[in-house]
C-alpha cells in the first residue's frame, strides 16, 4: 500500500506541472562531450607498440598483445587458425594444460588466448605471476600431440553438426559468395581440409603468425605510464621474431545482376534466406558513420526497423528480420537475413529486395532518423563504461589510422547525420540490383526462386560454401536382395543367407557399453544399451563423474518409460500406445532394421557412390516411419553410414546422420565400435564401445 501511495503522489506532482503533449515529437538534445583521456603510447625495441590507458578505479590491470601481422591464406588446409584458437593454451614447453590452469586459478586470473592475440587480467597484486603465464603460452606454446588429435575429433563432430545446420550453412554460404578468393573470410574448414592439417602446420602458423614485429600491447588499468614502461620493457622487451606477415587481400566480389545462391537442406520447412554484398570501405571512412545509422534503419537491431516491421509487423512471415554492416580492413559487406516458412520463400524475398530498393529512393522520416540515433548514441555511451572500450578504442585508432580524435567526435558526428546523408550513402553503397540471394532450404522452393536470379541460372553450393556437386549414382548390378543379403552375412561372418539368419537366431541378449560425447559438453558421458529377446531393452545416458543419469528409456513389451533431466528436474513419463506399437514394429535385438526387407519389397537401390575416397553401395527404405538411406561399403558390405529423415514433434523434419567405423569381431559377428551421430546442432561421438552377446542379464532391469 506504501509503495502505490508514493507513486500516486509521484504521478499528481507530474500532472500539477501540466500534461506532456505526446503529439509533439521531443527535440533531440545537444550531442554530450565525450572525455575520453588520450592514452600514452610507447614502442619497444622490439617493434611492439604499446598503449596505456590509466584507470584506478579498481585494484586491476588487464594485458592484450595483439599480433600485427595480416592473415595467412590458408588454402587446402582451411582451418589451422582453428586448430590454434582452440589448441594455444593447451600446454607449453615449460606447463601442461592442467599446470596453466591451476596457476591462473590460484591467482584468480582471467587468461585467453586466439590465433592472433593473448589476453590476461588480474588483480594488480598477481601481475607479475599472470605475465608469467601470459608470455610462456606467447613464447613457448608447444601444442602436444594428444591435444591435436582430441581437437581433432572435435572439428570432425563440429562439421557433421554444420552440415545440418541451416544457420551455420547459410554463414558459410555468405562468406564463399562474398570473397571467393584470395581472402581470408572466404576460407572454411572442410571435411577434406580437416584431414590434410597436421600438427606440424598447427606450429608452423603460429610461429609464422606470433611475432613481436608490429605487435599491439594493450594495457589498462591500476597501473603508472612510467610502471607500464619499465614491465613492458622487462617482460616483453627481449622477445625476437621474425617480420610480420604482411598480404593484399581482394575486396570481395561484386556481382553484375542478383545472384540466386541455393544450398539443400533435405525436409526443411523453413528457408534460411540472406541478401549480402561487399562495399567498398575501409574503417574510418567518412561514410562510416552516415552508413551505420543508413543500416540500423534498414534492419539493425529492435522491433522500429523496415525489416521487422515488414517482414514480421506486416506480412507475419517471420518472428525476425535483421541487417548488419560489417566495416573490416580485409573486406567490408552489408547483409540482411531471415528464417522463412517454405510456402513464403519467394515472398519474403521480394519484400527484401523491396526494403533494399526502397531505402535508396527515398530520405528516411524525422522519427525513425531521430529514435535510431539516439539508439546509437546510447549503446556508444554505455560502452564507455568499461575501461576495456578505451583500449579497444585507442587500438582500432591505430591499426586503422583513424583521426587521434575519432572516438572523441564520435556522438557529435552520429547526431549530426541528416536524411539527406542517409540517402545520400544508401544511394553510394547499396546495390539493389547486384545482390547475392542466398537460401537455405528444402528443394520444393527452388522452382520459386529461380526467377529472381539474373540470368535465371541459380548456383548450387554445399553446406561448407563450394560449388556442390551433384550425385550421381552408377547402376549396379544387383537387386535390393541381393545387396541387403550382402550386408547380413557381412555382419555375420556367414557365407550364406541361412547361415547367416540361424546365427542372429541365436542370440538370446546384448549388452553394449561405451563412452559418449558431446560437441562443447564438459565432462564426459557414458551410454549403456542392453536387449533381451522378447522385446525387452534397457537404454541410459550417464555422467559418471556427476553420479547423475542424464536420460534412460526402459521397453518390457508390456510397458515402457523415459525419463531424464528437465530444467525443472527430473522428468517422468510413461510410452502411450502409439509409442509402444512403434517400439514393438521397430524391434530388432542386432539393431538390424533391414533384416525385415531382405526380399527387397519396398527397398529402393540407389546405386554405387563416391563419396569422400569411399565406394558406397546405397539403398534407400523406410524404417518405422521415417525415410532411411543406408550406405554399405562397396567391398566388405559392413553398414558406415545412414541418413534418416526424421519427424518432429512440431511436424518439421530433421536429418540424423549415423557413421560406424572401427569394426570388431565379437563372437564372431562384426560390430562398430566407434560411431557418430548428428541432428542439427547436436553431435555425439561413441568410442570404446565394448559388446557382449549371451551373457545373463539382469532382469530388474526392465522392470517399470
Known sequence: MKKIILSLAVLGSVYAFGQLDRSVQPKAGEA????????????????????VSENHRQPKVAFNLVMGGDPILEGPKAGVSDFVSSMIMSGTSNRTKDQIDSEKDFIGAYLSASSSSVYLSCLTKHMDKGLELMLDITMNANFPESEFERNKKLFESGLL???????????????????????????IMTEESLKSITRDDVLAYFNMSFTPQDAYLVIVGDITIEEAKTLAEAKFGSWKGEAAHKANFNKGYFPKGNRVIFVEKPGAVQSVITI???????????????LSVMNKILGGGGFG????????????????????LDVDRYGSYISASGNFRNDVTDSAIVQFLHEFTNITEGEVTDEELELNKMSMSGSFARSLESPQTIARFALSTYRNNLPADYYQTYLKNLMAVSK???????????????????????????????????????????????VSK?????????????????????????????????????????????EAAMAGAPFAL?????????????????????GMEVQKEVFNAEKGMTSGMGQAGPVKNEMTADELAEKHAEFNLLGLDYMNLLDGEGVKVMGALEEEGKKYI??????????????????????EKSVVMVEMPDGSKAEMVNTFSDYKAVDGFMFATSRKQVMGPQAVTFSNIVIKLNETLDEGLFKI
Open 420 to 466: 539527406a546523408d542517409v540517402l545520400e550513402v544508401a544511394k553510394k553503397y547499396i546495390t539493389p540490383n547486384n545482390l547475392n540471394i542466398i537460401v537455405v532450404g528444402s528443394p520444393d522452393v527452388l522452382d520459386k526462386i529461380k526467377k529472381f536470379d539474373a540470368d535465371g541460372k541459380i548456383e548450387m553450393f554445399d553446406a561448407f560454401g563450394n
Open 618 to 639: 546405397v539403398v534407400q527404405y523406410t524404417s518405422g516411419e521415417n525415410l532411411k538411406t543406408a550406405y554399405f561399403n562397396a567391398e566388405t558390405y559392413l553398414l
Open 161 to 187: 553438426s554444420a552440415k545440418s545446420s541451416p544457420g551455420e550453412m547459410a554463414n558459410n554460404a555468405e562468406r564463399k559468395a562474398l570473397f571467393p578468393n584470395n581472402n581470408p573470410y572466404g576460407e
Open 276 to 290: 549480402a554484398h561487399p562495399i567498398e570501405m575501409m574503417p574510418g571512412n567518412p561514410d562510416q558513420i552516415k
Open 32 to 51: 554530450p562531450q565525450i572525455n575520453i583521456a588520450e592514452p600514452a603510447t610507447f614502442e619497444l625495441s622490439n617493434g611492439i607498440k604499446v598503449i
Open 305 to 324: 526497423t523496415r525489416l521487422m516491421q515488414n517482414l514480421r509487423e506486416d506480412k507475419a512471415y517471420t518472428y525476425g528480420a535483421y541487417s548488419s
Open 470 to 514: 551433384k550425385v550421381e549414382y552408377t547402376a549396379v548390378d544387383m537387386t535390393a536382395s541381393d545387396i541387403l543379403s550382402n550386408a547380413l552375412m557381412a555382419f555375420t561372418s556367414t557365407a550364406s543367407l541361412e547361415e547367416a539368419k540361424a546365427k542372429v537366431d541365436g542370440v538370446k541378449t546384448y549388452a553394449m557399453e561405451g
Open 526 to 546: 557414458a551410454v549403456k544399451e542392453y536387449m533381451m529377446e522378447g522385446k525387452k531393452s534397457y537404454s541410459s545416458l550417464s555422467v559418471p563423474s556427476m
